[in-house]
Nanobody, 123 residues
Framework: EVQLQASGGGSVQAGGSLRLSCAAS????????IGWFRQAPGKEREGVSC????????DYADSVKGRFTISRDNAKNTVYLEMNNLRPEDTATYYC????????????????WGRGTLVTVSS
C-alpha cells in the first residue's frame, strides 16, 4: 500500500526558509515519480514541483523556480522540498503525492496523497 506523509511546515517571515519532508512507504522513491502540491484557502490546488524516478529529472512551477529545490534520499525513502526566499503567497497546505497507478515520469497527478503540512509566510 502506497503511503505518503508530509512534514516540516511551520510559520516563517517573508524571506525565510523551510524544508518539507515526504516520507514514503509501500514503494521506493527512486523508482517512481513524486510531486509536491499546495492548496491555499479558497484557491485551487496547484502543482509545485516533481521529481522523476531513476535519473533525477525535476520540474518546477514558474512561481517557485529559483527558490524551491526538490530532492530525495533513497536510503531514507524520503523526498524533500527545500523552500527559500519564501513569500506570503507561498502560504498553503503542502502535500506530496504520486500518480495512481505509479508513474516513472513527471508530471504526476494527485493520485495517492497523505496528510499535508501547513506553511504560513507572514510579511
Amino acid at each position: 500500500e502506497v503511503q505518503l506523509q508530509a512534514s516540516g511546515g511551520g510559520s516563517v517571515q517573508a524571506g525565510g526558509s523551510l524544508r518539507l519532508s515526504c516520507a514514503a512507504s509501500g514503494f521506493s522513491v527512486d523508482d517512481w515519480a513524486i510531486g509536491w502540491f499546495r492548496q491555499a484557502p479558497g484557491k485551487e490546488r496547484e502543482g509545485v514541483s516533481c521529481i522523476s524516478g531513476g535519473v533525477e529529472s525535476t520540474d518546477y512551477a514558474d512561481s517557485v523556480k529559483g527558490r524551491f529545490t526538490i530532492s530525495r534520499d533513497n536510503a531514507k525513502n524520503t523526498v524533500y522540498l527545500e523552500m527559500n526566499n519564501l513569500r506570503p503567497e507561498d502560504t498553503a497546505t503542502y502535500y506530496c503525492a504520486t500518480d495512481f497507478p505509479l508513474t516513472y515520469y513527471c508530471p504526476v497527478k494527485f493520485g495517492n496523497w497523505g496528510r499535508g503540512t501547513l506553511v504560513t509566510v507572514s510579511s
